[in-house]
């Protein structure tokens, strides 16, 4: 029961922003190259190779750089709602990237390696092997601390942004016009709460008398931003969800990210992506200041 608890821990899904991807990626491929060149965990025959070990050890560290890359990019465009990421998932995808990369090894032995046996099921497992080894060792150190990291900041970044009782609503109407003739409609930014994808509508939130009410609209979500751009306080907080932040009650911080409590809507929370909690903070800021 701890175990599946454990696993099913959030954890937060960073994988959107590709600079920072590679950057991490670069630098636990120099971690990586400088623990196997000076703890030499594995034998060696140099009778067998056809480049020296030091390129063969480049090889080794630097072509999991592109797997991962490319094994990430396509997770982050097959995510869709990724304020459920939780850290058995997390794992659950290093290893296909390990796994990958240690059948990418074993490919490469007959460029680097004159043993007739490289395509053996023996060296098979002894690629796939090592390089679960190698890197288990790594992201047992990375994964908590950067757990750790995130846990600290996202914590601070909610205790330091207090949503002042004082903000008034505005009243103005906004006309939208959708790619369906006839179904052009006015939205009051004074009632508006969020938006959210739904399918290929977007549902809109609006709070009245009674609480708060559903509106679909065939319309994608970009359009509707789009139509709401002339609104300071109107901000994209995650690629399903465009929020009101006039209506922001409250605000907590996990691993994950940032959930919005807002006014007149008891169902739940919305999640800000970690990618955009910067762009959050400044926008929730320069609202405030209106």
């Known amino acids: 029961m701890k175990i599946n608890a454990y696993v099913r821990q959030v954890y937060p899904f960073y994988y959107e922003d590709n600079k920072k ?8 491929a120099i971690i990586s190259f400088l623990f196997t060149y000076l703890f030499e965990p594995f034998s060696i025959n140099q009778s067998e190779h056809k480049i020296s070990s030091l390129w063969i050890l480049v090889l080794h560290t630097f072509i999991p750089i592109p797997i991962a890359l490319g094994y990430l990019f396509l997770l982050n465009r097959t995510v869709k709602d990724t304020s459920h990421w939780t850290l058995g998932k997390e794992f659950l995808h290093l290893a296909l990237i390990l796994f990958l990369i240690g059948l990418a090894n074993f490919l490469l032995r007959d460029f680097i390696y004159t043993n007739p046996d490289n395509w053996s099921f023996r060296y098979f497992w002894e690629e796939v092997r090592n390089t679960f080894l190698v890197g288990s060792l790594i992201l047992t150190i990375i994964l908590p601390l950067n757990l750790e990291r995130l846990l600290y900041r996202h914590f601070n970044f909610s205790k330091q ?16 016009t959708t790619p369906i ?53 109107v901000f994209k907080v995650h690629r399903s969800y465009l929020v009101n932040l006039q209506t922001i009650e409250s605000i907590s911080g996990n691993a994950q990210g940032y959930l919005l409590r807002l006014k007149n809507f008891p169902e739940g929370t919305i999640p800000v992506s970690r990618s955009k909690i910067q762009e959050f903070n400044r926008a929730f800021t320069n609202c405030n200041k209106k």
């Open 21 to 28: 991807i590679f950057i991490s990626l670069c630098c636990t």
């Open 161 to 176: 942004i207090a949503t002042p009782s004082s903000i008034t609503k505005s009243s103005n109407f906004i006309h939208i």
């Open 181 to 233: 003739l006839g179904e052009q409609f006015k939205i009051n930014m004074g009632t508006f709460l969020f938006a959210k994808v739904e399918s290929n509508y977007i549902e809109i939130a609006c709070s009245n008398v009674t609480g708060f009410e559903k509106l679909l609209k065939r319309m994608t979500l970009k359009e509707f931003e789009k139509q709401l751009s002339s609104s300071l306080c």
